[in-house]
């Protein structure tokens, strides 16, 4: 099963402070915030790029990338109706 995301759905997004983490909980391996983890949308979706050389344990995730033990990506997002602004 492939997921579409429309590139749409990033407009107007905030991905100032986006964390990446394994299986979603846990120890906070790279972030936007301190420029560890960059995110962009490009005419692909988003692309995104991490340096995992910060900490030991940052690298210990990246030796498991690069022996194809981690082969795949998710994400996960807040998804907030916000009201209408007044004029």
Known sequence: VREMV???AFKDTDMTDVIFQIYHEGR???RTRNKSLS???DEHGLK???DLGLTE???SVYE???KGLYDRMSFAFLYVVMPPLES
């Open 28 to 30: 906070v391996y790279a």
């Open 64 to 66: 498991d990338i690069d």
């Open 48 to 50: 995104t790029t991490t």
């Open 39 to 41: 995110l962009e949308v």
């Open 57 to 59: 344990s940052s690298r």
């Open 6 to 8: 429309s590139k749409e």
